[in-house]
């Protein structure tokens, strides 16, 4: 299999961290922002939307979408809830990762981190990011307070994918992590599980 992932990406990161976790191996190509291999890649039709992760299956078909990547390489681990309630509660969490948390929490690390995208972070936009962000991270922190993981009791893909954006919420996005101490202490043990892997980009 070959991934198409951007190092700097928390999108591309949690497909790597999800292979790493279960040992999978996969030819990696990286496309940084302005980089010849995401020219590239867009050229030559390997990326469908136009976005990195794409992963390659062995036979040549193409999966975009981090977490339609995450659900294909976590069948048959134990990142799937067996339980059918549990397993679209995971779901659930993971269609709001992408409509609600990395639109705000994703762009606002975007915003500041990235040098082509400084000319969009207005302060009136960053304060909203900021205020709205909070808000979103709170909604994290009332299951975590109360729970080890977001869904059932045992780490779930959705984990894994919320991990990649909330991980630096703080560092790269500028949010105040110290208000939620049941993220903080979820961040941990998933750091904590074998074989993890950091973004190291
Ligand atoms: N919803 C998509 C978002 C993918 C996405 O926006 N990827 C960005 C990096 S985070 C990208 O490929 N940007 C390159 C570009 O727009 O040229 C997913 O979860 O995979």
């Known amino acids: 299999m070959r991934l198409y992932s951007m190092p700097s990406s928390g999108n591309s990161y949690k497909v790597?961290?999800?292979?790493a976790l279960t040992?999978?191996?996969?030819?990696?190509?990286?496309?940084?922002?302005?980089?010849?291999?995401l020219a590239g890649a867009k050229a030559g039709g390997a990326l469908p939307y136009g976005k990195v992760p794409?992963?390659?299956?062995?036979d040549g078909q193409m999966l975009a979408e981090s977490n339609a990547i995450l659900w294909y390489l976590g069948e048959s681990t134990g990142f799937v809830p067996a339980d059918p309630v549990t397993r679209a509660q995971m779901l659930g969490w993971m269609f709001w990762e992408q409509y609600n948390h990395e639109p705000v929490i994703a762009v606002r690390q975007a915003l500041v981190s990235y040098?082509?995208?400084?000319?969009?972070?207005?302060?009136?936009?960053?304060a909203n990011l900021l205020d709205r962000g909070h808000a979103l991270l709170q909604v994290m922190e009332d299951r975590l307070s109360g729970h080890d993981w977001l869904v059932g009791d045992a780490t779930s893909l959705a984990d894994l994918c919320l991990y990649a954006y909330t991980h630096t919420a703080g560092t790269r996005g500028g949010y105040w992590m110290d208000r939620f101490p049941g993220i903080a202490a979820w961040l941990a043990r998933i750091e904590a599980l074998p074989e993890?892997?950091?973004?190291?980009a």
């Open 115 to 126: 040098p082509h995208r400084a000319a969009e972070a207005t302060p009136q936009r960053l």
């Open 196 to 200: 993890y892997a950091g973004l190291s």
């Open 16 to 19: 790597r961290l999800l292979m």
């Open 23 to 37: 040992g999978r191996a996969v030819q990696v190509v990286d496309c940084e922002y302005g980089s010849d291999a």
């Open 54 to 58: 794409v992963l390659v299956l062995d």
